[in-house]
């Protein structure tokens, strides 16, 4: 695959972008809100510059992927697109509908892909007409720095194109986890999503604040981070939404969202991208002191 779609300039349409352009692919990404779109550049440009910082690229390195980037605004403007990857919010219709614009704008022999992190692709791929070649390709964020990256097929989706987005992962460097069986949340998500809810019982039982847990969580488990430094990372609402349209489909009040996270996403304090979340943030997205 040489010529790479990514629909969605949010952080992670961003970053599978930049890791795209980084491993020496020509990548599009499309945006149609003009201020999204209009600041897509300079991020990406922030995660190369940070990149090499690290030394994990040379400045050469990181103007040739900067070069590599294209953005755009509408989806015919697309042409010889070998991969094209959802990546807009975490909400099951706007998937939808931007997957059905998105399939007839690609050559008939492109894999079309989710990032979802939570919906199975079957149930994203109601309106396409060809779900031989649907499936998730799920990147973790940060994208530069998790090399796990999950691939979870449709009853429909051929095993060709479960084998090429495997290539596909693996020719970025990363790790593919092929997932046998639809499963909302998937594998790593859902392990993830039982700390997280017995995370908040805690909390909101009066147990232990939340930089007790996270403390725990780091030091006596090992986790790189705790569950609400990690909510705060990944941004509390994708939480929300993910429980939220978990809730609508089992009606099971444990799927729901917590009544803290709902007070947070209610208050428009999301995490790192609000400077406010389960913690305080400066300009440099340090955490800072709980805000709970």
């Known amino acids: ?153 449709a009853p429909e989706t051929s095993p060709g194109a479960v084998h090429r987005a495997t290539r596909f992962v693996e020719s970025l460097d990363k790790l593919p986890v092929i997932v046998k069986k639809e499963i909302p949340g998937f594998v790593a998500n859902r392990i993830l999503n039982a700390v997280r809810d017995e995370a908040i019982r805690l909390l909101e039982g009066g147990y232990a604040d939340v930089e007790s847990i996270d403390l725990a969580c780091r030091h006596a488990l090992g986790y790189p981070m705790g569950p609400f430094e990690l909510m705060d990372l990944t941004g509390i609402d994708i939480g929300y939404l993910t429980k939220k349209a978990r809730f609508e489909e089992t009606g099971d009040p444990a799927d729901a969202p917590s009544r803290t996270v709902t007070a947070l996403v209610e208050q428009g304090t999301l995490g790192r991208k609000t400077g406010q979340g389960f913690y305080h943030y400066d300009t440099d997205s340090r955490r800072g002191a709980p805000a709970l």
């Not at 190369?48 to 980037?69: C, F, N, Q, W, Y």
């Not at 990032?115 to 396409?128: G, H, M, Y």
């Open 1 to 153: 695959m040489k010529n790479i779609l990514v629909v969605g300039a949010g952080a992670m349409g961003v970053q599978i972008a930049v890791l795209c352009a980084l491993r020496g692919l020509h990548v599009t990404l499309a945006e149609l809100d003009d201020d999204t779109r209009e600041t897509a550049r300079p991020r990406a440009a922030a995660i190369i510059g940070k990149h090499v910082d690290k030394g994990r690229a040379t400045r050469p390195e990181a103007s040739a992927a900067l070069e590599r980037l294209e953005f755009i605004a509408r989806l015919d403007e697309v042409t010889d697109i070998d991969l094209a990857i959802e990546a807009v919010t975490e909400d099951r219709e706007v998937k939808r509908r931007v997957l059905a614009e998105l399939e007839p704008a690609l050559p008939a022999d492109a894999l079309l892909a989710s990032n979802s992190s939570s919906f199975v692709p079957s149930s994203l791929a109601t309106d396409l007409d060809d779900r031989s070649r649907f499936l998730n390709i799920h990147f973790f964020n940060p994208v530069l720095s998790m090399r796990c990256v999950e691939i979870i097929a």
